[in-house]
């Protein structure tokens, strides 16, 4: 069995271009959608297929960008080719031949087109039957793109870019979407011969085209399932069109597996929301990083909820956010709730109005109602927190952890300074200030005695 058997695969990101349209201090390819910068999409998609060398050609913003990318995807080991002058495509493709093995395939792709997507690369890669296949599209309004000019057979014959093309050329609404799979010879045998004899003076990667069609190759082209995933960002207009074009597919995706959204243009998803049946999902919600969604969840509106999972029958009240959580069943939380990361809420537990939670575990059943900061505490089951109960776990130096056992009842507005443990069916009385450890079943004061003056006479203002 020999080696070569399998076709390696490359792919090359076009990532040169300034932006300029874009008014930003910022390389365009990291300017985000959906919270994630456009070229960590490109990479993220391309990387579902089995490739073996990533190629980004890049310029303007360089250093920021390879820092940026490499720092998220140590993983793909990418490989960075400088094109200092923005001579045209074909001269970007140019400029990584040597990072490109003499056999394989190569898929050509844009840093600022982020939204193509797999399952349309697997496609396109599986057309290259005779050295090039391309994603084209027919379209309302083919302006400024390059044309594709079709024989008689309906053969791709050629490439006619906007500003060389003839008024009969301009008239053809199938176009370029400028992604294709390339055999490697291919772009090594034609791209040294390129020349920049056009309109624009630019070296131009679709003349590859009608270099492929002298050689009798025939080309194949596929249309991908969505127009967006062609659409390249070139302004913020653009780039907020196609962050909505992503919600919207995402959203109706959703919808399928049973989401009831109040108002589907009034839902952010900037990562991915898996979700179980029958969730409702209240308007001005946004989901970031990887959020999992159990049965029968009902959030309410304003909700921010990041990289967390929210087990079956949760009821989210209105504007909570909840940060690297682990939310059980049967959970109520909020409204106003911040749960903090490694914060782990059992089944039916409750978290009401204005409490901070961080790297904490509140344990089945227990409660912590009102106005209560809970940091690096461990809460057994059925304990209830009563309101305004703090846990002191930082001296201005260390953090420290506070325990409180099953049936624990804490008093309202006391502070537990950790470290301390309240033990199994422990109270504390309500305004207590505990330092040392509450042992089972007893009840711990805190707290000066009342006392009190008798005919107590208030005081009366001076006069002037
Ligand atoms: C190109 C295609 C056109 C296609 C269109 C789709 C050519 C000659 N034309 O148009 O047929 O319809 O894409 O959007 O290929 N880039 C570099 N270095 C360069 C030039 C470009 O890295 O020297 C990058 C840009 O950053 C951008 C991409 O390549 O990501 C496309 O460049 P752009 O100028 O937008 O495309 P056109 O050449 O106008
Ligand atoms: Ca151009």
Redesign the pocket.
């Known amino acids: 069995m020999s080696a070569s058997i399998k076709t390696s695969l490359s792919v090359i990101i076009?990532?040169?271009?300034k932006?300029t349209r874009m008014q930003s201090a910022k390389p365009?390819v990291l300017q985000t959608l959906a919270s994630k910068p456009l070229l960590g999409h490109v990479l993220e998609t391309c990387h579902h297929l089995t490739v073996d060398n990533t190629v980004v050609?890049y310029?303007f913003g360089g250093d920021q960008v390879q820092s940026a990318m490499d720092s998220q995807y140590a993983h793909l080991s990418l490989t960075w080719v400088a094109?200092t002058?923005?001579?045209?495509?074909?001269?970007?493709v140019k400029v990584a031949l040597d990072k490109l093995p003499q056999d394989g395939q190569s898929l050509i792709l844009?840093?600022?087109?982020p939204l193509v997507s797999a399952a349309t690369l697997a496609n396109l890669q599986a057309a290259n039957t005779d050295g090039i296949s391309m994603l084209t599209l027919t379209v309302d309004n083919p302006f400024?793109?390059?044309r594709i000019k079709r024989d008689n057979q309906g053969n791709i014959e050629a490439?006619v870019?906007q500003k060389d093309a003839s008024d009969a050329e301009q008239k053809i609404t199938e176009?370029?979407?400028?992604i294709y799979c390339v055999d490697n010879a291919l772009l090594h045998k034609y791209l040294p011969e390129l020349s920049n004899d056009n309109a624009?003076g630019?070296?131009?990667?679709?003349?590859i085209v009608k270099m492929a069609v002298a050689d009798s190759i025939i080309i194949t082209a596929i249309e991908p399932d969505h127009a967006f995933e062609?659409e390249?960002v070139?302004n913020r207009q653009q780039l907020a069109s196609l962050e909505r074009s992503w919600q919207g597919k995402l959203i109706a995706d959703l919808q399928e597996a049973g989401v009831q959204f109040a108002d589907p243009a009034r839902v952010d998803i900037r990562g991915s929301l898996i979700a179980g049946q029958d969730v409702f999902v209240d308007v001005g919600v946004v989901f970031e990083g990887d959020c999992v969604l159990g049965d029968n969840v009902y959030i309410e509106a304003g909700c921010v909820i990041k990289s967390s999972k929210i087990g079956d029958a949760c009821h989210l009240k209105p504007y909570c956010v909840i940060d690297h959580t682990k939310i059980g069943a049967g959970v109520d939380v909020g409204p106003f709730a911040h749960l903090r990361p490694d914060t782990v809420l059992a089944d039916n537990s409750k978290v009401g109005n204005f409490v901070e939670i961080k790297k904490s575990v509140v344990g089945q059943g227990s409660k912590v109602n009102h106005l209560s900061y809970i940091g690096d505490a461990t809460i057994g089951s059925n304990a209830n927190i009563g309101a305004g109960t703090i846990t002191c776990n930082y001296d201005g130096a260390n953090k420290s952890q506070t325990i409180i056992k099953d049936n624990a009842f804490i008093g309202s507005n006391s502070s537990l300074v950790a470290p301390v443990t309240i033990g199994n069916t422990a109270t504390v009385a309500a305004g207590s200030v505990i330092t040392k450890d509450v042992d089972a079943n007893a009840l711990a004061f805190g707290r000066a005695r009342q006392s009190q003056k008798d005919n107590f006479e208030r005081p009366v203002k001076n006069k002037k």
Do not use: P
């Open positions: 076009l990532a040169a271009g932006g365009k050609v310029g094109q002058e923005q001579l045209g495509t074909g001269h970007a844009y840093g600022d087109v400024g793109l390059g490439i870019e176009i370029n979407s400028g624009q630019e070296y131009y990667l679709t003349d062609i390249g070139n």
